[in-house]
């Protein structure tokens, strides 16, 4: 299954290398030269798609759970001041995806969209201490009904180039949704308040909808 946000994107890498193969096919008879450029273009196409997987996960909505926004690797837990929207100390939880992670965002909780913004910027690295406040991003706040205002960012990493997000102010949103996309991996970071009991490690890999990363 894949997600919405690859349609397009599939549907022009098989045309062109579909092109690829017959022009091949036309300019030579030698097999070998066009089993090669199948070849070649398959893993190509197979590499592409799997950027754009959307599996399915089995979300049971929990109000007293915080669950890892995307797939990936913590990389940071720690207390940061948070800048943007609360502008006090926040418990930071960092998780880095990587290119062959799943890139589908899903809501850490359900709730009340409180906030919801956008904001151009750089594209460092994603493990660069400044990418969380200079990169390009979106800033997403949702109003759980026991833990609070919890706020999720997706970060543009040097290899992302676009960040997708469907959260709207105003909406109410349920735990493990499809909540937007990051083309191509980079990192999402969540802020929980400071006295939050954080159910994961450093190191350890999530799955987007399905790990706990905080419990009442």
Do not use: C
Not at 45 to 53: E, G, P, T, Y
Not at 103 to 123: A, D, L
């Amino acid at each position: 299954m894949f997600h919405k946000e690859g349609f397009k994107i599939l549907g022009v890498s098989l045309i062109l290398l579909l092109a690829i193969n017959l022009i091949t096919s036309y300019l030579t008879t030698i097999d070998w030269i066009i089993y090669v450029v199948f070849g070649i273009s398959s893993i190509l196409f197979i590499l592409v798609a799997q950027f754009f997987r959307n599996p399915k996960r089995g979300v049971t909505e929990n109000e007293n759970y915080v669950v890892a926004p995307v797939d990936g690797k913590v990389v940071a837990i720690e207390k940061v001041e948070e800048k943007e929207y609360f502008k006090d100390k926040r418990l930071l939880v960092s998780i880095f995806m990587s290119p062959i992670n799943v890139h589908v965002t899903r809501y850490p909780v359900s709730g009340n969209v409180k906030y919801s913004m956008y904001h151009k910027g750089k594209y460092l690295v994603a493990w660069h201490p400044k990418s969380s406040e200079e990169n390009e991003r979106t800033t997403v706040v949702v109003d759980a009904p026991k833990f609070g205002e919890i706020l999720y960012r997706q970060i543009a990493g040097a290899v992302a180039k676009r960040i997708v997000n469907y959260a709207a102010a105003g909406q109410v949103v349920t735990q493990g949704a499809d909540s937007g996309f990051i083309k191509f991996g980079s990192r999402v970071d969540v802020f929980l308040p400071t006295g939050s009991e954080v159910k994961v490690k450093i190191g350890q890999k999530v799955r987007g909808a399905e790990t706990i990363i905080s419990e009442l």
